[in-house]
């Protein structure tokens, strides 16, 4: 009886002692739950929705009626940010531009700040403008012949793919002419697209979906938060399964060491006459600023390689997923494939496949496009931010150090801006005339200066792979049209892959 009261009278003093550690005393800071022990408010966005972060924030963000609610993640204050004004007008702020120096972030590139998604200051500009000047040399973010030719060459084999027996090396995805796995299919021609300017060479598609299941299982098992594993990094060592320590590790290796081959061998045939990727311009770009790597030391190996998969991973793990989401709609709507078909039929015919050039002269092909990624955005809460300096928002004080958990989500399903948000609705994006607006408000790809630079490359593929295969097909789910509601959950959110037969046209 007596060590019963000593262990409850010492369970509540250490109760006491972290809650009141835990609980920094900040004056004006937006509304939210009180601060727990060991993971702060964490809890609370678990209780609110254990799997889906963007939906526990739309649950706090009701529960203390504001677009703005303050939580701690551990001892780290947090601002949950909610409503198209505000997440725009956060997005776009100098001062909200950093990012979390946290364990997983570490944790991927083998303990440092690497890449251009995760690092932040002066490191991060000069490796984001440096890539991005060289990568639109090779076509990436803009109008490019030589890119849009291989785009479209994709999207001819893949058509080729669908009509044809399966080869054996694609029973994964294809069980017989016309039934495909999406979109799984669509692995290989988008991690492609992008390598080519990557590294300048193709790959086997089977090689390049086993890459693109390890980082989508990556981040399967992460989310925006970092979860507990950015709060409380020992915990890996407790259940280094449960909290996704492990199966992280596994598949970050494979990624890593699938382009750390590729640079091994660049590096030992390099040579600086002829520059035909991105890998040739970053190691040119090494020898000339000799072995420190540049003032900051920033231009070394492994950032090239941190560099390269920063820039490689959307194109199978966010266009692959948004593609996904895409034809998910697309199945619970056939008049809406048969309204793309016929402004093909319009526009481009059948003797020649659906190019760039065309996006301007197929507006609703377009409208379906923007709507998709408006109601499905496959990252629905935008890469965690830290805010710079002492600041204010929206009436509230964010004192240096805030981490921002944006949520484009519920930007994307605001009622104050969207009518029927939550109705799948591509008219919403045409006038009275059915031209399409010339302004996208939806926020899918972020804002400001770490807008995704991506966006481009992402519409045009969008564009490319959806015209392409509505003009030589309909599309017909083979189990019952999937639920476009997400079920899958992690850093990137859609729903499983599911199967569909391409009926010829």
Request: net charge positive; aromatic share 10%.
């Amino acid at each position: 009886m007596i060590t019963s009261i000593i262990l409850v009278i010492l369970s509540t003093l250490v109760y006491i002692f972290v809650y009141r550690l835990s609980k920094p005393k900040l004056e004006n800071f937006p509304p939210g739950p009180p601060s727990l022990p060991i993971w702060g408010g964490y809890w609370f966005l678990l209780l609110a929705n254990y799997n889906f972060t963007h939906k526990a924030v739309e649950v706090l963000s009701r529960r203390y009626k504001s677009d703005l609610v303050g939580i701690m993640l551990g001892r780290t204050p947090t601002v949950l940010v909610t409503g198209h004004d505000l997440v725009k007008e956060t997005l776009t702020r100098q001062e909200f531009i950093g990012r979390i120096d946290c364990y997983p972030n570490r944790f991927r590139s083998m303990g440092d700040l690497l890449g251009v998604i995760f690092t932040s200051g002066d490191y991060w500009r000069q490796q984001r403008r440096f890539a991005l000047r060289q990568l639109r040399d090779f076509g990436f973010g803009r109008r490019f012949p030589t890119t849009e030719q291989m785009l479209e060459s994709e999207v001819r084999n893949l058509i080729g793919q669908i009509s044809s027996n399966p080869h054996p090396d694609n029973h994964d995805v294809q069980q017989k002419p016309g039934r495909i796995l999406l979109p799984d299919l669509f692995y290989g021609m988008l991690s492609n697209s992008m390598l080519q300017m990557l590294v300048g060479k193709r790959f086997e598609d089977k090689q390049l979906r086993t890459i693109a299941r390890s980082t989508l299982r990556f981040f399967r098992n992460m989310d925006t938060t970092g979860r507990a594993l950015s709060i409380t990094p020992w915990i890996r060592h407790v259940a280094p399964e449960y909290f996704g320590a492990t199966p992280t590790l596994e598949e970050n290796k494979k990624i890593q060491d699938f382009f750390m081959t590729l640079v091994e061998e660049r590096t030992k045939t390099f040579s600086d006459d002829h520059h035909g990727d991105f890998l040739d311009t970053y190691i040119s770009n090494m020898q000339r600023l000799g072995k420190g790597g540049g003032p900051s030391g920033s231009f070394n190996e492994m950032q090239m390689i941190w560099t390269a998969i920063d820039f490689f991973f959307p194109s199978p793990n966010v266009i692959g997923p948004s593609l996904n989401m895409l034809w998910a709609r697309l199945c619970n709507h056939p008049e809406v494939q048969a309204k793309i078909q016929t402004e093909i039929e319009q526009v481009v015919g059948r003797a020649r496949l659906p190019n760039l050039d065309d996006r301007k002269n197929m507006p609703y092909t377009e409208a379906v496009i923007r709507e998709s990624l408006r109601i499905d955005p496959v990252l629905p809460i935008n890469t965690a931010r830290r805010v710079l300096e002492d600041t204010t928002l929206g009436g509230y004080s964010l004192p240096k150090g805030t981490c921002l958990l944006i949520s484009l989500s519920s930007a994307n399903r605001d009622r104050r801006v969207w009518t029927d948000p939550d109705v799948f609705k591509p008219e919403r994006f045409l006038d009275a005339d059915g031209n399409l607006l010339k302004k996208d408000i939806g926020l899918s790809f972020g804002g400001g200066k770490r807008l995704c630079p991506g966006e481009t490359f992402s519409r045009h593929a969008m564009f490319l792979v959806l015209s392409g295969l509505l003009q030589n097909f309909t599309f017909v789910p083979v189990d019952g049209a999937p639920d476009p509601n997400g079920t899958m959950y992690g850093f990137i959110c859609d729903i499983p892959p599911f199967w569909v037969d391409a009926v010829s046209r």
